[in-house]
């Protein structure tokens, strides 16, 4: 079979301790999905049902361990905001996934940044419409390498801050999720069949904010390591 054109090669991401690489399929986000950070976005934080929002997979950015990503600074928004995340890897498909064996389908976690043109975010809220310019724009998933849960098993506590310029503006605890990782999943997957090469957002804490151009984000998660990323 022959393409009109060259397909684009598979968005890959890099694994701790292995020369393996992940490829991914698709990007899911939970918004809201920290009380604190739902209180701040002028939203209820009672736990009804999680909702998801997409990004495409090549909105994803591969962040190697030492490496600082030039993070470009997106058209139209003077608001561009910042969202530190854990973010899960599926490794194994699946539709109406009990949550007793949910957890069987996250193969990895990473530290991510879900990147937000905030202004465009909030008008489109405002007017009832969909969220995309706001969320998925080109560049706005940085991600960590993943850390393969059969090596650190599935955290349920972990510190999870982001700093800018050296300050700190979020520093909470995965903890605080109010839907789990597991029940996100199980979740997830009565809405999609998730399959291997699946992401996860799983939402951000309280402390979100805007970057200028030449600033600094550093962002980790306790046993996930750090991500650094400099906006030009």
Same mark, same amino acid.
Request: charged share 20%; aromatic share 8%.
């Given at each position: 079979?022959? @393409? %009109?054109?060259?397909?684009? /090669? ?6 701790? $301790? ?5 490829? %991914? ?11 604190? $950070? ?12 999680? @909702? ?22 997106? /058209? ?44 465009? &975010? ?16 080109? =560049? ?6 993943? $850390? ?8 349920? &506590? ?23 990782? =597991?029940?996100?999943? =199980? ?20 402390? %979100? ?9 550093? %962002? ?13």
């Amino acid at each position: 079979m022959a @393409f %009109v054109f060259a397909p684009p /090669a598979p968005v890959a991401l890099p694994v701790a $301790h292995s020369p393996d690489q992940f490829a %991914v399929r698709r990007v899911y986000c939970v918004g809201r999905n920290y009380a604190a $950070h739902a209180r701040e976005m002028g939203t209820d934080p009672d736990r009804e049902l999680p @909702f998801f929002f997409c990004k495409p997979a090549d909105a994803v950015i591969p962040v190697a361990d030492g490496q600082t990503l030039a993070l470009p600074y997106p /058209a139209r928004t003077d608001d561009f905001h910042y969202e530190a995340e854990l973010v899960v890897a599926i490794g194994q498909g699946g539709s109406n996934i009990p949550l007793a064996r949910a957890l069987d389908h996250a193969w990895a976690y990473a530290v991510g940044l879900d990147m937000t043109r905030r202004d465009r &975010q909030m008008e489109l809220r405002k007017a009832g419409r969909p969220w995309e310019v706001g969320k998925s724009f080109d =560049a706005s998933a940085p991600i960590g390498p993943l $850390h393969r849960a059969s090596e650190i098993g599935h955290p349920t &506590q972990a510190g999870i801050w982001l700093t800018v310029n050296g300050q700190d503006r979020q520093r909470s605890d995965i903890a605080h999720l109010i839907w789990s990782v =597991a029940e996100t999943i =199980a979740d997830l997957s009565t809405y999609f069949r998730l399959e291997a090469g699946d992401l996860i957002y799983t939402g951000t804490p309280e402390g %979100v904010g805007a970057v200028a151009r030449g600033d600094r984000i550093a %962002v980790g998660i306790d046993g996930l390591g750090e991500l650094h990323a400099h906006v030009v």
